[in-house]
């Protein structure tokens, strides 16, 4: 990359989340011009180390964007992060989270930088609930023109489902699947069977179509010992029938509490969404899917456009 090509950067958009830091460099309006990645999330770092983390990883190009803003997400704005940035309650809007940027110093004056407010609200059991970093996501999700309710839901280690009227969060509940597959998989009497995690696109069916049995998980989860010790099920299918019981469990109580009328929208690594869409169309619901790391992209460019940081060129 050249500095002439690195020189049309108007905006540095950091995704900084537990366990990686990713940073897009960005045209005014929103094209991409390069990309950074590095295995340095927030618990790779000491607390007083992120000003010099963050400039060491932005060192290729810094000396060509005197002035170009930081926009950062993420865990970074976490009571483990560079600065503890309060939450937004909910309802929240757009111009809600533009307002409640927070300025930070970690570049000096040389590079002003921000970070993102996450959210707190309400779940469907009336519960409180917060998110960092997805409520990016949710908004390089949202046509422009949004109007009406929305159903989103975020896949990942703790999958979000998001209820918006227009371009405002309305309320969201998360669901801890992908922290208790991980956890049922190495901890547990599973891990003998389910351990490598492979995917097995029969096996992902049948523990979706099991769980709606009666019994409840707790006890469907004991069959992905007994399906592989009674000879009825392959080993190494078994973490696929696990994934299967609790993303099925999951859609079916979040589509029964939500009762989406349209579309649920998707977000994040197309081969996760893939399988919460095989879910939702087994309870009857259509979706749509969005690549989460291009809505990531999308969210801080809109954001910042709101907020009027990126530079003029």
């Known amino acids: 990359m050249t500095a002439t090509e690195l020189s ?38 000491e607390r007083e180390a992120f000003p010099a983390v963050l400039a060491e990883l932005l060192a290729p190009w810094l000396p060509q964007l005197p002035g ?16 503890d940035v309060p939450y937004l309650a909910c309802p929240a809007s757009l111009d809600d989270i533009a307002d409640g940027l927070v300025r930070v110093t970690p570049l000096g004056e040389a590079n002003p930088a921000y970070i993102v407010p996450g959210l707190k609200g309400q779940s469907v059991a009336d519960s409180p609930d917060a998110m960092r970093g997805e409520e990016i996501q949710i908004l390089g999700a949202l046509d422009r023109d949004a109007t009406g309710e929305q159903i989103l839901c975020l896949p990942g280690t703790h999958a979000k489902w998001v209820r918006l009227e227009g371009r405002t969060v309305q309320s969201f509940s998360t669901c801890m699947t992908g922290d208790a ?3 049922l998989r190495q901890h547990t009497i599973l891990r003998r069977f389910a351990a490598d995690g492979r995917h097995d696109a029969r096996a992902f069916r049948r523990g979706l179509e099991r769980v709606r049995r009666p019994g409840g998980l ?17 080993p190494e299918t078994a973490s696929a029938y696990l994934s299967g019981l609790l993303i099925g469990d999951e859609v079916r109580a979040m589509v029964a509490a939500l009762q989406p009328h349209s579309d649920v929208t ?8 893939a399988l919460y869409a095989e879910a939702l169309e087994l309870h009857g619901q259509s979706s749509r899917s969005l690549d989460g790391d291009q ?18 060129n």
Not at 12 to 23: C, E, H, L, P
Not at 75 to 81: E, K, L, N, V
Not at 223 to 228: D, G, I
Not at 296 to 305: R, Y
């Open 8 to 45: 049309a950067g108007a905006l540095i958009a950091v995704d900084w989340g537990t366990t990686n830091f990713r940073a897009t460099l960005l045209t005014a309006d929103g094209a991409v011009i390069d990309r950074l990645q590095a295995p340095k999330g927030i618990l790779h770092v």
């Open 68 to 83: 170009v803003p930081v926009l950062m997400a993420g865990m970074i704005g976490s009571a483990d992060g560079l600065v």
């Open 181 to 183: 597959y991980s956890a």
């Open 218 to 234: 707790m006890h469907h989860l004991f069959s992905a010992r007994t399906e592989v010790l009674l000879g009825d099920m392959l």
């Open 266 to 273: 998707l977000i994040g690594d197309p081969r996760l969404t």
């Open 295 to 312: 809505a990531v992209i999308d969210g801080l460019h809109q954001l910042a456009t709101r907020a009027g940081l990126p530079r003029s």
